[in-house]
């Protein structure tokens, strides 16, 4: 297939599409800041440069490539300053969300593309109430904090318009295994604690098995949600500990919620409260297996130095 990966230069697109080529794929790799496309070359695709928020230039490189298959991963979550407003940090990844992905579908309609995916998000948005871990079935969150509406409606936006245009959204865990992770430098620093009891539930996926997900979502070309998230959606409590020895760190503080929300406001408390997802969906309907299928190892293996593990041996 001929696929059209956009925003090839990120975390997850540098991932994916070197698997791409390996199954035999061609690849169009979109960039955005000037000077990655050598980066998006040497991964083996042809490189081009693209704003997705400029439906007319995304219409002319859909139209132009000619792709089977097109594949939307570009957010603008690089250096982001996390803020109490959520939404304020990810107001240019919401429009990517939103105007992006409906001028890539309006592109993929006009070009006769029938095979769309889409990067969506599993964690902190299924409702904050019931069992821990959430199925594709269960509900969102139907009142998220005041600074987090637009985020979640930019992801709600995206999950219907590519369903209903018959492609797939992947709800992707958080992602690490990748140089610039972002719980890396504040967990390092003693700066990310365990808020209150430490019992809202994240899910998390490493890099090379999101990719992994996504290579199985376009070849198996079935419509639909998927939560690609690993074997063990964890209370803060258990993976924050775990994460900060991985990484050479002291152990996180605690801090009561009220602290918390006073410090990070009410967006970023949702943690305390979040749930979890389950995969059971895409290992069932896509035949996914997981090299990391818990964060334990995963951990381990992306942040653990070989010198650090003979040291304590
Ligand atoms: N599920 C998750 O947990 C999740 C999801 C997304 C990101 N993140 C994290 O956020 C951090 C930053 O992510 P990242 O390294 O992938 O960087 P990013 O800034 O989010 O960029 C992702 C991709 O989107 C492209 N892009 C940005 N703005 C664009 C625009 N207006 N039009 C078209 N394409 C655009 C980027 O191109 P250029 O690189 O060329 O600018 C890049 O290819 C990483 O730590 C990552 O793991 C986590």
């Given at each position: 297939m001929r696929v059209f990966v956009a925003g090839a230069s990120g975390a997850i697109g540098t991932r994916l599409v070197p698997q791409l080529i390996d199954r035999g794929h061609e690849v169009i790799g979109t960039f955005r800041s000037p000077g990655n496309a050598g980066r998006v070359r040497a991964l083996g695709a042809e490189a081009i440069a693209l704003d997705l928020l400029d439906a007319r230039a995304v219409r002319k490189a859909v139209l132009e490539t000619g792709p089977d298959a097109i594949v939307h991963q570009a957010?603008?979550?690089?250096?982001v300053r996390f803020s109490r407003n959520l939404d304020r940090s990810f107001a240019p990844t919401n429009r990517l969300r939103t105007e992006g992905t409906d001028a890539l579908l309006a592109a993929a309609r006009e070009a006769g593309v029938h095979r769309f995916i889409a990067q969506s998000f599993a964690s902190?948005?299924?409702?904050?109430?019931?069992?821990p871990v959430k199925t594709e079935d269960d509900p969102l969150d139907?009142?998220?904090p005041a600074a987090a509406r637009e985020t979640n409606a930019a992801m709600a936006h995206l999950d219907q318009a590519v369903t209903d245009a018959g492609g797939v959204a992947l709800r992707y865990g958080g992602f690490y295994?990748?140089?610039?992770?972002?719980l890396v430098k504040p967990v390092r620093k003693r700066q990310f604690p365990i808020v209150g009891d430490g019992g809202g539930v994240s899910s998390f996926i490493h890099l090379d098995d999101a990719a992994a997900a996504t290579v199985l979502a376009l070849e198996h070309d079935r419509a639909g949600i998927y939560n690609?998230?690993?074997?063990e959606p964890a209370p803060m409590r258990d993976w924050l500990p775990v994460l900060a020895n991985a990484l050479g760190a002291k152990p996180p503080r605690h801090v009561p919620r009220w602290v918390a929300r006073l410090i990070v406001g009410e967006a970023l408390v949702m943690m305390a409260e979040s749930r979890g997802a389950s995969n059971a969906k895409a290992k069932r309907e896509l035949g996914w297996t997981l090299r990391?299928?818990?964060?334990?190892q995963g951990f381990i293996a992306a942040y653990r130095q070989p010198e650090s593990i003979e040291a304590r041996a």
């Open positions: 957010t603008a979550l690089a250096d902190y948005r299924y409702a904050r109430e019931g069992g139907p009142n998220p295994g990748g140089s610039n992770d972002g690609i998230v690993d074997d990391y299928p818990s964060w334990r």
